[in-house]
């Protein structure tokens, strides 16, 4: 799952990434074989099976044509741009074809050092990858011994940023605040945001209805293989991060045998049961967990920030500036909504603690601005605008479009009423954010049977123990689906994305693997990465 900014509906999960390519010698890789059909495929999957290996094939010949990338990327040289070419839907595989953005750095090591391309996918579903090379051009120095050896290579999936981008409403209505307090006080409030969550659905459809059916895991897994033969990869080497993780999971099933390396941080949880609509509500517990992490942190840091030296306290302050959003929304514009929004980075990312604490710090202080500054729309930055949109759009469609989904308000609203007693920072929010699958307005599939396919190597899964986003078990029970897998395991850690922070004991371990393939004999535990400092 994305980083969720709840009540703006926007996304930016993880880090973002890049792909690279190695260049193609014509010829070189050749069409899939028959691992790229899982066992028991059924339900049309042999259609799009043939498909995807049809386009590979294709994708092999063509190549990539690199490029400078276009000035308004952002993307510095030496990042290079292109666009693959796959079929919109593989099951018709010379139907229409849509083009996807990728980007690359090269290896910084030696031509004998290279082993090949990284493709990377920061989660979402809605992150774009195209930032990924930075992490070589801004020198991250936890990722500079796996440069040597890997062109960094990013993407944009099927329906988000530069690759045939979906909308499922106009962005600057979008992201206007204030917005309803998600949290309701009565039955009217309840029908009001399940109105709204109905007309969202239908503008999914009324702006990107051709699209819609094939927003699946399984088709941006099945564009990822192009990919790899785009780039004259003959197997994948793969980092994905949250919901990069799923990408990555599902990947390992349809393709086994075309994978060389495979890395997952912070893991969706990929059974059956849980996608999505329960993974959404064991979100919420996990997140009210990791939100009393922070409010630890912040009573103990109380000579930095002065809002209380116990967790009560800090949840005091908290609830009186709810209140008083709700009752009077702070700069016009920033209600209960928009609090969630900013805040929930806390409980996300240990980055964020300071940040966070900071801005509530200065408006207990009186300092009313920092807050509608950090937490208010910008209604002037149309182009940050249109891609909050679009992220959320994705996120929307893709989790709608993978799985059948409850279509009873009544389940909806006992499960939401329920969690909301013991868990209630994030519960409504979330419930509002996904209601547009209980009216999806196209059909909705069945998610694949996750498990270990002939040919799959060790993967190697990297998960904090407290995540919010997704919680710790994702991380097990992929690890019982994988065979041969490894799972290393941060202890009382709670970061969401963890190959990214400096953790000797895990980046060691990402380096080694990527670099040798080997995992550790048995899994491993890792102390915490260091507490932010205020």
Partial sequence: MRKRRLNRRTTALGSAGVLVTATLLAGAVTAPTA???????????????????????????????????????????????GWVTVPLDYAKPNGKQIKLAVDRIGNTGTKAERQGALIYNPGGPGGSGLRFPRRVTTKSPVWANTAKAYDFVGFDPRGVGKSAPISCVDPQEFVKAPKADPVPDSEADKLAQRKLAREYAEGCYERSGEMLPHMTTPNTARDLDVIRAALGEQKLNFLGVSYGTYLGAVYGTLFPGHVRRMVVDSVVNPSREKIWYQANLDQDVAFEGRWKDWQDWVAANDAAFHLGDTRAEVQEKWLALRATAKKNPIGGVVGPAELISFFQSAPYYDSSWVPVATVFSK??????????DAAAPDMSDTAGNASAENGNAVYTAVECADAKWPTSWQRWDRDNTRLHEDHPFMTWANAWMNLPCATWPVRQQTPLDVKTGKGLPPVLIVQAE???????????????RFKGSRLITEKDAGSHGVTSLTNPCVNERVDTYLLT??????????????TPKP
């Fill in 35 to 81: 691992s790229a059909s899982p066992a028991g495929a059924g339900h049309g999957q042999d259609r799009e099976a043939r498909g995807a290996a049809l386009a590979a094939a294709r994708a092999a010949q063509t190549g990539i044509d690199w490029q400078d990338c276009p000035a308004d990327w952002g993307l510095e040289k030496p990042i290079q741009c």
């Fill in 363 to 372: 408006y207990v202080a009186g300092d009313t601005q920092a807050l509608v």
């Fill in 466 to 480: 407290r995540d919010a986003a997704t919680p710790y078990g994702g991380a097990v029970e992929l690890h019982k």
């Fill in 517 to 530: 393939g080997k995992v550790d004999g048995a899994d491993v535990t890792c102390a915490p990465h260091a």
